[in-house]
């Protein structure tokens, strides 16, 4: 593989990914954060709301950040193996790329959403850093190892959800009440500090939960790194790798979603039980190997995705942009009150609008404007 050339079917993905994981976080900027597990949050659910949560569990739940765990542990190797193709320390400069993404995600946690990614994907960088110089083979089955960790605490923590607690001791309750939501939507649509402080309480939460999703997101990004070794962004899996992928994966998150329709929405095994967290790595590995292919006959297959991917870092931090402007300052009064299908065609009305963005920019200009200044301070922190 030439290092100095891209490789347009990461490109691609990584477009994918970085479009598609608004049709989620858009609830969790439009609505509290116990919008995004369930459309029962603030009362029970309408069948449209039902309908639309569904649609989103099967195609976007966990799927497009389980691609963006791939593509994160694979472009860790392609950055590795760069670096020492040009006589740098790839280890002291990966770790300087790292530290700065873990700096950008704590301010972006901060001041615009607090379901951010890259603080917590830093900090699995660094936890699995190690392991890049390992062999393809000997990296994904460590990586299937840390899932299948990952995966037994998920359980576990769906399973003392079934112990019964006393009332007011139980770990969430839905619908959620009245006055616990409205004194959310005041502290998400207040002051400038009542929103930092909303960021930080609810995304210090994910952070917190990171010794028990560190062994699922660092074992996906190990496979990513295995993968990458291996070929997989030249290739893909064969037709029938493919077929079982996509027929084990849409069985596991179509029988979690069954689940949830039996309780309502309501009841917490359901939501937590982690049958489409493995799953969606399984649907993101059958469509990533599917569109590998694409581009193998065709390098310049759906380039406005493609042109999307060349700059993720900056259409990731401008959604949130956007986002923060329209449900916190500039109309408020839609925060938790935005239906799922609105949100939708919000989400839906963006990412047209950033695949044109990036379609001019990437013909016009080039390097998206955050990825050159991630690369300027990267190489200026080891040559400094």
């Excluded at 994981?21 to 995004?36: G, K, Q």
């Excluded at 949560?53 to 389980?66: E, P, T």
């Excluded at 689940?259 to 469509?287: C, E, I, K, R």
């Excluded at 839906?348 to 404007?369: E, H, M, R, S």
């Amino acid at each position: 593989m030439d290092l100095s050339q891209r490789i347009s079917s990461m490109d691609l993905l990584r477009g994918l990914a970085i479009l598609g994981i608004l049709f989620m976080n858009i609830v969790a900027f439009s609505a509290p954060d116990e919008a995004y597990m369930s459309p029962a949050w603030h009362a029970m659910a309408t069948d449209s709301d039902k309908m639309v949560f569904s649609v989103q569990f099967m195609l976007a739940h966990s799927k497009f950040y389980s691609l963006f765990c791939l593509l994160f542990g694979a472009g860790m190797v392609m950055f590795w193996q760069r670096a020492e193709a040009k006589g740098f320390d790839a280890k002291k400069l990966t770790r300087s790329r790292m530290a700065w993404l873990l700096l950008f995600g704590a301010l972006h946690l901060t001041f615009l959403f607090f379901g951010d990614i890259l603080f917590i994907y830093a900090v699995c960088a660094f936890c699995i850093m190690g392991k890049v110089t390992w062999d393809g083979d000997k990296t994904v089955r460590r990586g299937m190892i840390y899932m299948t960790v990952g995966v037994l605490l998920l359980s576990l923590m769906a399973a003392l959800t079934l112990i019964p607690m006393p009332k007011g001791q139980e770990m969430m309750l839905l619908p959620q009440s009245s006055d616990i939501l409205a004194g959310k939507v005041a502290q998400a649509t207040g002051s400038f500090g009542d929103m930092i402080l909303y960021n930080l309480k609810t995304g210090g939460a994910m952070v917190a939960g990171l010794p028990i999703m560190f062994w699922l997101l660092g074992g996906i990004m190990l496979v990513g790194m295995g993968l990458m070794k291996n070929g997989f962004f030249s290739r893909g899996f064969s037709n029938g790798a493919e077929l079982t992928l996509f027929a084990v994966g849409f069985t596991l998150t179509a029988s979690q979603l069954a689940m949830m329709w039996q309780t309502d929405f309501v009841n917490l095994f359901s939501l937590f039980v982690p049958l489409n967290a493995l799953g969606a790595v399984m649907l993101a590995l059958a469509v990533a190997s599917r569109l590998i292919k694409c581009c193998i006959k065709n390098p310049n297959f759906l380039m406005p995705l493609q042109y999307a991917g060349r700059m993720a870092f900056s259409l990731y931090i401008l959604q949130s942009i956007i986002m923060t402007l329209l449900f916190k300052w500039i109309a408020p009064e839609m925060f938790g009150n935005t239906s799922r299908l609105d949100a939708m065609g919000i989400a839906a009305i963006v990412i047209a609008l950033q695949l044109i963005l990036a379609t001019i920019w990437q013909t016009k200009i080039g390097q998206g404007p955050l990825e050159k200044m991630w690369r300027h301070l990267t190489y200026r922190s080891v040559k400094n």
